[in-house]
């Protein structure tokens, strides 16, 4: 489902080198665009990315054109490897593989879902150059980790950007926030942040969920919260699981059988003695849960709010013991201390 993938299926019968620049070390908005994968409802197939991370950096992105290969390279990135793919000229990853002749059982890398990655037949890129600026520029070459902060901060601000604009899209005025918290892998989950503000938008925000589920490939679970949830704090949100959700009704189960993401071993495991692919593993079905406060029931799920702003500690406390009681603080306590609730 990736660019990489759509431009080598688009090519394939044609079985013509597809002529690429691999750019590094690029201007920070390309980086973020680069992380606004699998976004296709709202970033579809062809739309100009270089021109939105133009637009995000208030300034054109620069492009030239390569030396040896039909296409263009960032003009401000440090290193560029120039060359081309034919869509047909699949090789195995690793020796390993190579030499047992199987895709998706021997380890090759880190993968997003927080596992070790596994080897495949991939499309083989043939270098025919490499440019770079002069050595007394010094470069800086951004060595991306798998599933690392500066790796979930890239692949999700775009991310739930656009979730929010789809939810807002499908009923304008209920979605509050988006979150996708380091601990659901960048694209393994989300939870949305709600407002009902009347009867009638009751359900939407399983709608909205079922429409993430579907529009998001790897997506395996989707939280609904209230405006008296902090999404950005999971203490509060496992508070909401633990409290608000009743298991027969709030906790659905969408599009079992559609197309998920083969780097999830949970899905490995229906492939069986087959190899790990795309083409024999099938997705389960994500988990939506609906833990937001039912419309009318406000008062019944009422949180008591202390009132921590009224109250001066260094009236009764050192401001060493202050800060040491702080530095303690995690979770909920620390949202308590904060919110006063």
Not at 109 to 133: D, I, L, N, Q, S
Not at 163 to 191: H, K, N, S
Request: hydrophobic share 40%.
């Amino acid at each position: 489902g990736s660019h990489m993938w759509q431009v080598v299926t688009k090519y394939y019968n044609e079985n013509k080198p597809i002529p690429i620049t691999m750019c590094f070390g690029v201007p920070p908005a390309c980086t973020l665009l680069a992380g606004a994968g699998f976004d296709y409802v709202i970033l579809p197939q062809g739309c100009d990315e270089i021109g939105v991370a133009g637009a995000v950096q208030g300034a054109p992105v620069r492009l030239v054109k390569a030396r040896t290969v039909n296409a263009m390279a960032l003009a401000d990135c440090e290193v560029v490897l120039e060359g081309y793919v034919n869509p047909r000229d699949r090789r195995f990853e690793t020796a390993e593989a190579e030499k047992a002749g199987v895709q998706g059982r021997y380890h090759f890398h880190p993968e997003w879902a927080g596992y070790m990655g596994k080897a495949y037949k991939a499309p083989t890129f043939h270098v025919t150059a490499v440019t770079m600026r002069k050595p007394e520029s010094k470069p800086i070459i951004f060595a991306l980790g798998v599933h690392t902060l500066d790796d979930h901060n890239i692949d999700t601000t775009v991310r739930e950007a656009a979730m929010f604009e789809l939810c807002e899209r499908i009923q304008p005025g209920i979605i509050q926030d988006v979150v996708i918290p380091y601990c659901m892998t960048d694209w393994g989950g989300a939870i949305i942040q709600v407002k009902k503000r009347n009867k009638i938008d009751e359900g939407w925000q399983r709608n909205f969920m079922s429409a993430l589920m579907s529009t998001s490939q790897g997506m395996r679970i989707c939280i609904a919260v209230s405006e008296d949830t902090d999404p950005y704090d999971m203490d509060d949100v496992m508070w909401c699981l633990t409290t608000r959700v009743n298991p027969h009704t709030d906790i659905l189960n969408p599009i079992p059988g559609g197309r998920g993401q083969t780097f999830m071993p949970a899905e490995r495991m229906t492939a069986g003695e087959k190899e790990w692919t795309a083409s024999n593993t099938r997705f389960e079905g994500g988990m939506c849960i609906d833990a937001t406060v039912p419309f009318g029931y406000e008062s019944d799920f009422m949180r008591p709010v202390y009132a921590v702003e009224k109250v001066n500690l260094k009236n009764f406390f050192s401001e060493k013991d202050i800060q040491n009681a702080k530095s303690r603080m995690k979770g909920w306590v620390h949202s308590l201390a904060r919110t006063g609730r």
